[in-house]
């Protein structure tokens, strides 16, 4: 077994260093090292051709070095946090708005039972960590799983709407004429959401994908929807859909349009 | 980077001539101009110093600085709604024959030429360890596969370049090539 490695090899075929023993013994091993030395090492040293261009211009340094001189402020503080406290922070204002709902409780409250109160509310706290975790991601975490992302940032919410659709559809309606127009609850959530918009902005590191932009809108909408799902006593599904369902789309929408 | 943790100031430029160097070679292969590619690693250490205290010490800094990286670079491509350029494409579909005197950029220009050519994830392990000059395990770890499936891409990679620029040529571009370097 040679003891030189595959970058042994790149680092003398880098240097221009002539092939030494230990380097052709782990050629003889290694498939990959084998076609750099094939044709007196012509890959190789091709390669070691590209590698050894381009230096660095030092004015860079100059423009990095002034642009962390401007990263300054509370939303600098917020955005160099570890991941998890960011998270913390977020899946905490995220309750913080929900729990707004509770000041104001839909009359029609008592017709849930405690088990579908107790999954209504793990799969609320559940599809907002999802989407808050996919906003606030650890930088250099390798391949950001897009799908899951859109997943949590779409689908959890649906089947949250369809579970409280479900879960308040035999709940006996009451009248109330500030809640029963769709435009006045889109409004009052989106205001909802508002505080926490500026928090997931505030969290965000910049890494700007779309995605995950996506997820931390969705995050917000459903923490705007689960509030007034507890102010609200409306069952009507066309309410639902465009009074509450519509904030997450709106808020994806905005998200949209500020990424162009 | 545990220094820069620390509170050591100085520590980050150190960091910064260290790595900044490579990474900018990885970024300008697939970029048509140069003033992107600078811009993506002035991004990715400002992201590196935000993400900071997410750092374990435990941890290599270089597959993590290379994450970043890459991930930027995906987005930038992502917003351009286009295929990666590379500073070569306008001769991509020709092996050019430059004079002599312009040897180096020739050795160059036929290497990039071929690259072109090579599947994008063999091309990105053969990018990483060449120009970035990571390990296969530090690579193997930015773009988050096995160490066997680096080396797998790697050595794929290697027969095609060799295939498509053919030995003979190979070997003058490459004697070239070693002629000029200082």
């Not at chain 1, 023993?21 to 040293?45: D, K, M, N, T």
């Not at chain 2, 990885?26 to 935000?50: C, I, S, T």
């Amino acid at each position: 077994m040679s003891r030189a490695s595959c970058e042994d090899v790149r680092d003398a075929l880098l240097a221009g260093r002539p092939a030494e023993p230990e380097l052709v013994e782990h050629a003889e091993e290694c498939a990959q090292c084998a076609e750099l030395f094939e044709s007196e090492a012509a890959l190789g040293r091709s390669l070691a051709t590209a590698g050894s261009e381009g230096a660095l211009d030092a004015a860079l340094w100059g423009e990095l070095d002034r642009e962390l001189g401007e990263e300054t402020g509370a939303r600098a503080w917020l955005r160099s946090r570890p991941t998890r406290l960011r998270t913390a922070l977020g899946l905490g204002g995220v309750l913080f708005v929900a729990a707004l709902g509770l000041h104001h409780l839909r009359p029609n409250w008592g017709a849930l039972s405690t088990p579908v109160l107790g999954a209504w509310l793990f799969a609320f706290i559940g599809a907002a960590a999802l989407a808050l975790r996919g906003a606030l991601p650890v930088l250099g975490a390798a391949h950001p799983q897009k799908r899951a992302l859109l997943a949590a940032a779409f689908g959890l919410p649906l089947l949250y709407g369809v579970g409280a659709a479900l879960s308040f559809g035999g709940a006996p309606f009451v009248a109330n004429p500030f809640f029963t127009s769709a435009l006045s609850c889109f409004l009052y959530g989106t205001l909802l959401s508002l505080p926490l918009v500026a928090l997931v902005w505030s969290l965000d590191c910049g890494v700007g994908s779309r995605a995950r932009v996506f997820a931390g809108a969705a995050a917000c909408g459903l923490a705007a929807n689960a509030a007034l799902l507890l102010h609200c006593p409306a069952t009507d599904p066309a309410h639902l859909l465009a009074g509450h369902g519509a904030i997450g789309f709106f808020l994806a929408f905005v998200a949209w349009l500020c990424m162009r | 980077m545990a220094a820069y943790v620390a509170g050591d100031k100085g520590a980050f430029r150190t960091l910064f001539e260290r790595h900044a160097p490579a990474l900018e070679r990885v970024m300008q292969r697939e970029l048509a101009e140069r003033e992107e590619a600078r811009d993506l690693v002035q991004q990715a250490f400002l992201q590196l110093h935000r993400a900071r205290l997410d750092f374990d010490p435990k941890q290599r800094l270089k597959p993590w600085l290379y994450t970043i990286a890459l991930n930027l670079k995906r987005e930038h491509f992502r917003k351009r709604r286009r295929r990666p350029e590379s500073p070569d494409s306008d001769q991509a579909d020709r092996q050019p024959t430059a004079p002599r005197g312009q040897e180096q950029t020739e050795a160059r220009r036929s290497l990039a030429w071929a690259l072109e050519r090579i599947p994008a994830d063999q091309r990105e392990v053969i990018e990483l360890h060449w120009l970035g000059e990571l390990s296969f395990p530090e690579l193997a770890e930015s773009i988050g596969i096995s160490v066997a499936a680096a080396k797998v891409r790697a050595h794929r990679g290697y027969v095609r370049l060799r295939e498509l620029l053919g030995d003979g040529a190979l070997r003058a571009t490459a004697q070239r090539g070693a002629e000029n370097t200082p």
